[in-house]
T-cell receptor, first 109, second 114 residues
Framework: GQNIDQPTEMTATEGAIVQINCTYQ??????LFWYQQHAGEAPTFLSY????GLEEKGRFSSFLSRSKGYSYLLLKELQMKDSASYLC??????????FGAGTTVTVRA | GAGVSQSPRYKVAKRGQDVALRCDPI?????LFWYQQALGQGPEFLTY????????KSGLPSDRFFAERPEGSVSTLKIQRTQQEDSAVYLC????????????FGPGTRLLVL
């Protein structure tokens, strides 16, 4: 089976930085995705890593270490609208995604 | 269309009823996926279509679940004789090509079985 772990909840203050960690043990690896999901809405794509290293996209960055089975999503300059669930997903074969349970981030004023 | 759409957004069914959930993927997208998302959990893979061909149905929880995509665009997920444990959000996603690519999700259908 696939094992993808991420913290259940995190709380941070507006303007701060939060790092959401994801560790995985999967039968295959074809990239790691991060999605944002607001309550009652569709997951929306944030980032994709297939090679080791850091990918930066505006206020969001994502890091991957394949040898450690580890990724993180870094959210900078937090805004209230960033309060959401963040889903770590591993591409385990040619098309399938296996998701973690999600990390609920709450941004406080 | 501009994005993936799903209907209905909410469905309440009595135990034992059949339900049909519809997904309209992004126009031209080859791949279509169905996921089931329980409260507080991540989406769980149900089935995968490449055009009209259902290439993987390994995630369907029982033979009460059936999916089709007859013309390679719109897809329907049907659940027969619904049970309370079927209550969940059913998400549809599509991607442009055939490989491991970014999947674009619809808003989901929230199914409640009483």
């Amino acid at each position: 089976g696939q094992n993808i772990d991420q913290p259940t909840e995190m709380t941070a203050t507006e303007g701060a930085i939060v790092q959401i960690n994801c560790t995985y043990q999967t039968s295959g690896f074809n990239g790691l995705f991060w999605y944002q999901q607001h309550a009652g809405e569709a997951p929306t794509f944030l980032s994709y890593n297939v090679l080791d290293g850091l990918e930066e996209k505006g206020r969001f960055s994502s890091f991957l270490s394949r040898s450690k089975g580890y990724s993180y999503l870094l959210l900078k300059e937090l805004q209230m609208k960033d309060s959401a669930s963040y889903l770590c997903a591993v591409g385990t074969d040619d098309y399938k995604l296996s998701f973690g349970a999600g990390t609920t981030v709450t941004v406080r004023a | 269309g501009a994005g993936v759409s799903q209907s209905p957004r909410y469905k309440v069914a009595k135990r034992g009823q059949d339900v049909a959930l519809r997904c309209d993927p992004i126009s031209g997208h080859v791949s279509l996926f169905w996921y089931q998302q329980a409260l507080g959990q991540g989406p769980e893979f149900l089935t995968y279509f490449q055009n009209e061909a259902q290439l993987d149905k390994s995630g369907l929880p029982s033979d009460r679940f059936f999916a089709e995509r007859p013309e390679g665009s719109v897809s329907t997920l049907k659940i027969q004789r619904t049970q309370q444990e079927d209550s969940a959000v059913y998400l549809c996603a599509s991607s442009v090509g055939r490989g491991q690519e970014t999947q674009y999700f619809g808003p989901g259908t929230r199914l409640l079985v009483l």
